[in-house]
C-alpha cells in the first residue's frame, strides 16, 4: 500500500509555544490530505481538509488560527499548534488518498504540552 | 446525520476462538465502507475496502462483508497478534470519512 510519513512521532512541548507537525507522502502525490484527532479509546474526529495550493477547509468548531494547515507542495502538508495550551494534548493524524479510493494513514504524532 | 456504530467496544477471545465485529451505519449516499486496524500509539492501518451490499474480502485472518445497513468483520481462529483496535469508517459522497469508536479486540494464548 501506498505510504504516509508523519513527523514527530512524539513531542513535548510548553504552554504558549507553537509546534509543527509534518504529513508526507512518499510514493503518490497528494492534492488534498486530511488532518484527525484522536482522543483516548475515541474516534478519530476529522479537523480540516488540506489542500495544495490553496486554503485548508476546516470542521466546524475547529480554530483555523490555533491549527495553522499548509499545504505547499504535492508531498507535503504541516500543522503548526499555535500557542499550544494542556488542552492541545493529544494524538494527531494525517492521511492521503492516493488515488481517490482507500486513505491511508501516517504514524501519528503525540503532543504534550505542559 | 451520517453515523458509524461499532460493537461490542471490547472483545476478549481465546486463540482460536473465531468471532465477528459489527460496524452499523446510516449514511447519505455509501461511496466504501472501511475496515482498519490500529495498534497502540500508531495510526490506523488499511484492511479492506466494501462498496456494495453483498461484498466479501478476504485477508489472512479476516473477512468482511457488508449489506445496506451494517458490516461485518469476522476473524477466524484468532492470534495474538490480532489484539488490536478495529476501525470501521463510511465515507459519504462528501469525500469525509466518518468513524466509528473501535473495537478492542485482545486474544489471549
Known amino acids: 500500500g501506498a505510504v504516509v510519513s508523519q513527523h514527530p512521532s512524539r513531542v513535548i512541548c510548553k504552554s504558549g509555544t507553537s509546534v509543527k507537525i509534518e504529513c508526507r507522502s512518499l510514493d503518490f502525490q497528494a492534492t488534498t490530505m486530511f488532518w484527525y484527532r484522536q482522543f483516548p479509546k475515541k474516534s478519530l474526529m476529522l479537523m480540516a481538509t488540506?489542500?495544495?495550493?490553496?486554503?485548508?477547509?476546516?470542521e466546524q468548531g475547529v480554530e483555523k488560527d490555533k491549527f495553522l494547515i499548509n499545504h505547499a507542495s504535492l508531498t507535503l502538508s504541516t500543522l503548526t499548534v499555535t500557542s499550544a495550551h494542556p488542552e492541545d494534548s493529544s494524538f494527531y493524524i494525517c492521511?492521503?488518498?492516493?488515488?481517490?479510493?482507500?486513505?491511508?494513514f501516517g504514524q501519528g504524532t503525540r503532543l504534550t504540552v505542559v | 446525520e451520517d453515523q458509524v456504530t461499532q460493537s461490542p467496544e471490547a472483545l476478549r477471545l481465546q486463540e482460536g476462538e473465531s468471532s465477528s465485529l459489527n460496524c452499523s451505519y446510516t449514511v447519505s449516499g455509501l461511496r466504501g465502507l472501511f475496515w482498519y486496524r490500529q495498534d497502540p500509539g500508531k495510526g490506523p492501518e488499511f484492511l479492506f475496502t466494501l462498496y456494495s451490499a453483498g461484498e466479501e474480502k478476504e485477508k489472512e485472518r479476516l473477512k468482511a462483508t457488508l449489506t445496506k445497513k451494517e458490516s461485518f468483520l469476522h476473524i477466524t481462529a484468532p492470534k495474538p497478534e490480532d489484539s488490536a483496535t478495529y476501525l470501521c469508517a463510511v465515507q459519504a459522497y462528501t469525500d469525509k470519512l466518518i468513524f466509528g469508536t473501535g473495537t478492542r479486540l485482545q486474544v489471549f494464548p
Open positions: 488540506s489542500n495544495e495550493g490553496s486554503k485548508a477547509t476546516y
Open positions: 492521511s492521503a488518498e492516493p488515488s481517490n479510493t482507500e486513505a491511508f
